[in-house]
């Protein structure tokens, strides 16, 4: 049906091909589990992401529409809001009423908290959320929790919960024993959805899916590399990887397939690479040995690798710090200085705009002082905070500013003469009765 690839801990990319019957299995699944899909759902996600199989294929096998629209454009909420909807955890912050769904919300691609649901639940009662699991070696999901409307939803991780149609959950330890409940063990799945294996990698389609000891003749379980418990009541707590590969909003990294691209350069001797959460969510750092420039690296880095795979910092020691028995001492590598305006470079806001965007940039990004000639991802901004500024600046504006605009004009001076120009353009849209109109209900120079 398609191959994706996936983070290679060598640097090399897996790609995992998945057959129809898998797809066709899921599916089957998700019509019954989420009513949404009969309905129109909210397709914002990539191709090359499995997490957009339910919203791309799940509606035409249930008689529902599919729009496709990023989260942040007006196309998104042209036609009423979605019954359904499919994002990370990472996206919560962005949904607004108008693209929050209907009928269904359904989480995924990285570790859910009740934290992070808590307020857009309170906003939206009468809606379903699924913590929905599943590799793409296990075809999109593979376990899934629903909490139902108005159930309660205590604080700290929420369960993956129990296993899709057809598909069997097997907690084993290092022997292929299986654990008891609430004893921690590797997870891994079998059944119907599993994958085929590795596009040309049958060494490495034949470690990670094995001979089933607990199905029939013939089955193969996926050993995903997670580490989980069972509950009391038969579902599932997910705690993390067992190796380095980590999830950043959504998207599988393997730290390693970073960290080879660094080792490759001849001005790096030694270098690593962690997720680190000082801002407040998940955002890749690179410590580099050597005598590299971390500015020039990473515009090396996003020649070779994909977007998220470059890392949004890097630091510049003089050794990696090791624990006595000569491993990475990963808690001892320091925080990424905070990104700040440079007082001699410092140009004060002109216009109303400038002062706007500068004071959205200085929020989103703490940053103390940000002028007009500051560019937003020079100041560490990263495409999830772009999202939040431009939410909140169009907020305060109220016209129809594409993420777009972001990418091309980072810059504050350039991306306030973009919201100046809007502005204009829709000002000479009106007669001259409603700029009348308009001017008796503002006050001030500002109208």
Same mark, same amino acid.
């Given at each position: 049906?398609?191959? *994706?690839?996936?983070?290679?801990?060598?640097?090399?990319?897996?790609?995992?091909?998945?057959?129809?019957?898998?797809?066709?299995?899921?599916?089957?699944?998700?019509?019954?589990?989420?009513?949404? #899909?009969? &309905?129109?759902?909210? $397709? @914002?996600?990539?191709?090359?992401?499995?997490?957009?199989?339910?919203?791309?294929?799940?509606? =035409?096998?249930? !008689?529902?529409?599919?729009?496709?629209?990023?989260? %942040?454009?007006?196309?998104?909420?042209?036609?009423?809001?979605?019954?359904?909807?499919?994002?990370?955890?990472? @996206?919560?912050?962005?949904?607004?009423?108008?693209?929050?769904?209907?009928?269904?919300?359904?989480?995924?691609?990285?570790?859910?908290?009740?934290?992070?649901?808590?307020?857009?639940?309170?906003?939206?009662?009468?809606?379903?959320?699924?913590?929905?699991?599943?590799?793409?070696?296990?075809?999109? &999901?593979?376990?899934?929790?629903?909490?139902?409307?108005?159930?309660?939803?205590?604080?700290?991780?929420?369960?993956?919960?129990?296993?899709?149609?057809?598909?069997?959950?097997?907690?084993?330890?290092?022997?292929?024993?299986?654990?008891?409940?609430?004893?921690? !063990?590797?997870?891994?799945?079998?059944?119907?959805? $599993?994958?085929? &294996?590795?596009?040309?990698?049958?060494? =490495?389609?034949?470690?990670?899916?094995?001979?089933?000891?607990?199905?029939?003749?013939?089955?193969?379980?996926?050993?995903?590399?997670?580490?989980?418990?069972?509950?009391?009541?038969?579902?599932? %707590?997910?705690?993390?990887?067992? %190796?380095?590969?980590?999830?950043?909003? &959504?998207?599988?990294?393997?730290?390693?397939?970073?960290?080879?691209?660094?080792?490759?350069?001849?001005?790096?001797?030694?270098?690593?690479?962690?997720?680190?959460? %000082?801002? !407040?969510?998940?955002?890749?750092?690179?410590?580099?040995?050597?005598?590299?420039?971390?500015?020039?690296?990473?515009?090396?880095?996003?020649?070779?690798?994909?977007?998220?795979?470059?890392?949004?910092?890097?630091?510049?020691?003089?050794?990696?710090?090791?624990?006595?028995?000569?491993? $990475?001492?990963?808690?001892?590598?320091?925080?990424?200085?905070?990104?700040?305006?440079?007082?001699?470079?410092?140009?004060?806001?002109?216009?109303?705009?400038?002062?706007?965007?500068?004071?959205?940039?200085?929020?989103?990004?703490?940053?103390?002082?940000?002028?007009?000639?500051?560019?937003?991802?020079?100041?560490?901004?990263?495409?999830?905070?772009?999202?939040?500024?431009?939410?909140?600046?169009?907020?305060?504006?109220?016209?129809? *500013? +594409?993420?777009?605009? =972001?990418?091309?004009? +980072?810059?504050?001076?350039? #991306?306030?003469?973009?919201?100046?120009?809007?502005?204009?353009?829709?000002?000479?849209?009106?007669?001259?009765?409603?700029?009348?109109?308009? $001017?008796?209900?503002?006050?001030?120079?500002?109208?």
């Amino acid at each position: 049906a398609y191959v *994706l690839y996936t983070s290679g801990s060598t640097g090399r990319p897996k790609g995992v091909v998945v057959e129809h019957r898998s797809v066709a299995a899921y599916l089957a699944w998700a019509r019954e589990a989420y009513p949404g #899909l009969a &309905g129109t759902a909210l $397709l @914002h996600s990539p191709v090359s992401f499995d997490l957009t199989v339910t919203g791309l294929l799940g509606p =035409l096998t249930a !008689g529902g529409t599919v729009r496709l629209a990023a989260i %942040d454009e007006p196309a998104a909420r042209a036609g009423g809001k979605p019954a359904l909807l499919k994002v990370t955890p990472s @996206h919560l912050p962005l949904l607004d009423d108008a693209v929050s769904p209907t009928t269904d919300l359904v989480v995924g691609g990285e570790a859910l908290t009740g934290e992070q649901l808590a307020g857009w639940r309170a906003a939206h009662p009468g809606v379903a959320v699924t913590n929905e699991y599943g590799p793409t070696e296990a075809t999109v &999901g593979c376990v899934a929790a629903r909490i139902a409307p108005g159930q309660e939803l205590a604080a700290g991780a929420v369960p993956i919960g129990t296993p899709t149609w057809n598909t069997r959950a097997l907690l084993l330890d290092a022997a292929l024993n299986p654990v008891p409940p609430g004893v921690v !063990g590797e997870l891994y799945v079998a059944g119907d959805q $599993l994958a085929r &294996g590795y596009l040309r990698r049958p060494g =490495l389609t034949a470690e990670r899916f094995l001979p089933c000891p607990y199905g029939p003749a013939g089955q193969r379980m996926y050993r995903t590399g997670d580490l989980a418990r069972w509950r009391a009541d038969g579902t599932l %707590d997910y705690l993390g990887r067992r %190796d380095d590969q980590v999830k950043v909003r &959504g998207m599988r990294i393997e730290l390693g397939e970073i960290e080879a691209a660094l080792l490759a350069r001849p001005d790096v001797s030694a270098a690593a690479v962690v997720v680190r959460t %000082d801002s !407040g969510e998940p955002t890749l750092v690179g410590y580099l040995v050597g005598d590299a420039d971390g500015a020039s690296v990473a515009a090396d880095l996003a020649r070779e690798l994909p977007a998220h795979l470059v890392p949004a910092a890097f630091v510049a020691l003089d050794a990696l710090p090791l624990t006595p028995n000569g491993k $990475l001492d990963r808690a001892a590598l320091p925080a990424p200085a905070a990104p700040a305006a440079v007082d001699d470079a410092y140009v004060a806001p002109r216009t109303d705009a400038e002062a706007l965007v500068a004071e959205v940039y200085a929020d989103i990004l703490g940053v103390e002082k940000v002028g007009a000639a500051d560019d937003f991802f020079a100041l560490g901004g990263n495409s999830l905070r772009g999202m939040r500024a431009m939410a909140r600046i169009r907020a305060e504006v109220d016209v129809d *500013l +594409p993420m777009r605009a =972001l990418f091309g004009s +980072p810059v504050v001076a350039d #991306l306030a003469a973009q919201i100046e120009k809007l502005i204009a353009a829709e000002l000479d849209e009106l007669s001259d009765a409603e700029v009348a109109e308009l $001017l008796a209900t503002e006050e001030g120079p500002t109208a």
